[in-house]
């Protein structure tokens, strides 16, 4: 049966190629073979540390590993393929999205962007509430979810050529193009989507407005520190933590892209030990062992993590001005942003106003890294405030 949000708007240039997603059984058994065989390191002092100082314990590991011995793939792809899928044929790869399609005439676009180690996923809990609040008849934005080139169901990026974030956001921006809505559409993103969004707000026409819930930058020379408010303050420790003791991942995903991608290549439960490590530490609150489970076995049934972490590679050697401080990436179309106390780095209002035209801002108690997945409702309804405001922009 069709689904009643798959109907792709009709003026679309080039219509999408429906997808449903089907893992090979083979797949789904191998994995359940190496889980079931993979070691787990012994006992260490650091291993033991419940406050995971020095990473995740061994008893989350080994819980884990018993969980994923016991998990059944089937459940989370039939909720993937719940949702229309569709994919375009850009630049010699195969980019996958997810899409939810009104019927409305002035319904506006909108793009959803994830970033590292997220997916399309993350966005399943916002689509969902769309999906159950209203009719496509009532639906007041399309709503388009890509895979990032490298990320999931996506083609990885070309072999034989540098591929960056305003490659990857020229390879967006066709995918909404294509969908007719060279017009005007809206984007959102939070972690790498952050960044890409950030360009196709500077350089590419159609994306009109942008909307974002992570902003890395280093203090600005010309606020003071009297522009803070207190929790701001108190919750610049969290970057503090995290470039101190957080951040090595990035190092190695931007030194030595090809190692780390053999080395998690190569073991399922070393990916789930890399990756869990970020779903417990960078939410608010630590992601449930399902919901880390699933995403993992996406990324490990896709081969997706040596694929995915090009993006790194351009923040080595580090710049010496980060990218939303750079003049060039300065945001002159209404800019919205919601603040998460949790984020990795949450940075304050007076330091993100510096980085554009800031027209919308909300601050939210609870939150971190993963909006999209811990907080759904909240950054809904955020964006959608913020669509209100700059509606008159799109055409």
Not at 165 to 178: C, F, K, L, P, W
Not at 294 to 313: A, K, M
Not at 351 to 358: A, D, K, P, Q, S
Request: proline share 8%; aromatic share 12%; charged share 25%.
């Amino acid at each position: 049966m069709a689904n009643p949000f798959g109907d792709v708007p009709s003026g679309a240039k080039i219509p999408p190629k429906p997808f449903q997603l089907n893992i090979p059984r083979e797949k789904l058994e191998e994995l359940s073979v190496l889980v079931s065989i993979s070691k787990v390191s012994p006992p260490t002092y650091e291993n033991s540390q419940e406050d995971r100082k020095y990473g995740i314990t061994r008893d989350w590991l080994l819980h884990a590993r018993q969980d994923w011995k016991d998990f059944d793939w089937r459940p989370t792809e039939n909720r993937i393929n719940s949702f229309p899928q569709f994919t375009y044929e850009i630049e010699g790869m195969t980019i996958h999205f997810v899409g939810l399609f009104s019927k409305k005439a002035d319904a506006v676009p909108i793009v959803l962007l994830h970033g590292w180690p997220g997916s399309f996923l993350e966005f399943l809990p916002l689509l969902s509430l769309l999906r159950d609040k209203y009719s496509p008849e009532e639906l007041p934005f399309h709503v388009v979810v890509p895979s990032l080139p490298g990320f999931t169901l996506s083609s990885g990026p070309p072999l034989d050529k540098n591929f960056t974030g305003g490659d990857t956001a020229r390879v967006v921006d066709q995918v909404m193009v294509n969908l007719g809505f060279e017009g005007g559409y809206v984007a959102q993103g939070g972690d790498i989507g952050s960044k890409i969004g950030r360009i196709l707000a500077v350089d590419h026409d159609a994306c009109k407005a942008v909307h974002l819930n992570a902003c890395y930058m280093n203090k600005p020379d010309n606020v003071e520190d009297s522009a803070i408010s207190e929790l701001e303050k108190q919750n610049l420790a969290r970057g503090e933590w995290f470039f101190t003791y957080g951040h090595a991942y990035a190092i190695e995903h931007g030194t030595r892209t090809s190692t780390i991608g053999h080395v998690l290549s190569a073991n399922p439960v070393a990916l789930l030990s890399w990756i869990g490590e970020k779903f417990l530490d960078w939410p608010d609150e630590p992601l449930p062992v399902h919901d880390i489970l699933e995403s993992v076995s996406l990324y490990w049934l896709t081969d997706t993590f040596p694929r995915c972490i090009y993006h790194y590679r351009e923040q080595v050697p580090l710049p010496k001005v980060q990218h939303a401080q750079d003049p060039r990436w300065y945001i002159k179309k209404p800019f919205g942003f919601s603040y998460f106390p949790k984020e990795l780095v949450p940075i304050p209002r007076a330091w993100v106003e510096t980085t554009g035209n800031l027209v919308f801002w909300n601050s939210h108690e609870k939150g971190g890294h993963f909006a999209a997945f811990e907080q759904p409702a909240e950054l809904l309804e955020d964006l959608g405030a913020f669509v209100e405001k700059v509606r008159a922009d799109i055409k």
